[in-house]
T-cell receptor, first 113, second 113 residues
Framework: NAGVMQNPRHLVRRRGQEARLRCSPM?????VYWYRQLPEEGLKFMVY????????ESGMPKERFSAEFPKEGPSILRIQQVVRGDSAAYFC???????????FGSGTRLTVV | AQTVTQSQPEMSVQEAETVTLSCTYD???????LFWYKQPPSRQMILVIR??????QNATENRFSVNFQKAAKSFSLKISDSQLGDTAMYFC??????????FGAGTRLTVKP
């Protein structure tokens, strides 16, 4: 079992570019969660998805950010027109049926230059 | 508002000794879950221990145990026989909605040889 796989591990983007972060949940998991971690802070909830559905995106900025979890393939967190304030570590987690204590990936560190 | 407070930004302990990390939280709910996560320099979020609020018995996982005081809304983590590999950031987390985990700001623990 490969666990939750996130790629890339590091991503550098110039201001105004788009960032695409990918997350493959654990085998058999149909629930995906995205969290953001700013430097020296804890993780903050962004969005919760099930296959082809966004269940709760209350933690995600209204503009420039979007997330999807298609029927086939990984979940994608997309940030358009990145700004320096988007620099952070983005973590994905997955669970099988919504049970608590889900499994985290190793995160993607986004740096906007 | 559901908040989690970790009042110790940094702590250190000698190898083989015992250390306690503090965590308090605020909620009006009666049923919820509490967690401690470890984040080593690899950035991986590792579940250390979890506690259901309706259980009075304190959770224990090998050298890790919690002191859960529901009335005081306190959830401290005790690490016994500290090892060098315990050096990491430790995050206390709290969950009511089973997909929205609220994290504290973390405590950086250093185990000294």
């Amino acid at each position: 079992n490969a666990g939750v796989m996130q790629n890339p591990r590091h991503l550098v983007r110039r201001r105004g570019q788009e960032a695409r972060l990918r997350c493959s949940p654990m085998k058999g998991h149909s629930h995906v969660y995205w969290y953001r971690q700013l430097p020296e802070e804890g993780l903050k909830f962004m969005v919760y998805l099930q296959k082809e559905n966004i269940i709760d995106e209350s933690g995600m900025p209204k503009e420039r950010f979007s997330a999807e979890f298609p029927k086939e393939g990984p979940s994608i967190l997309r940030i358009q027109q990145v700004v320096r304030g988007d620099s952070a570590a983005y973590f994905c987690a997955s669970s099988q049926d919504g049970n608590y204590g889900y499994t985290f990936g190793s995160g993607t560190r986004l740096t906007v230059v | 508002a559901q908040t989690v407070t970790q009042s110790q930004p940094e702590m250190s302990v000698q190898e083989a000794e015992t250390v306690t990390l503090s965590c308090t939280y605020d909620t009006s709910e009666s049923n919820y879950y509490l967690f401690w996560y470890k984040q080593p320099p690899s950035r991986q979020m590792i579940l250390v221990i979890r506690q259901e609020a309706y259980k009075q018995q304190n959770a224990t996982e090998n050298r890790f145990s919690v002191n859960f005081q529901k009335a005081a809304k306190s959830f401290s983590l005790k690490i016994s026989d500290s090892q060098l590999g315990d050096t990491a950031m430790y995050f206390c987390a709290f969950m009511i909605l089973w997909y929205d985990m609220r994290f504290g700001a973390g405590t950086r623990l250093t185990v000294k040889p």
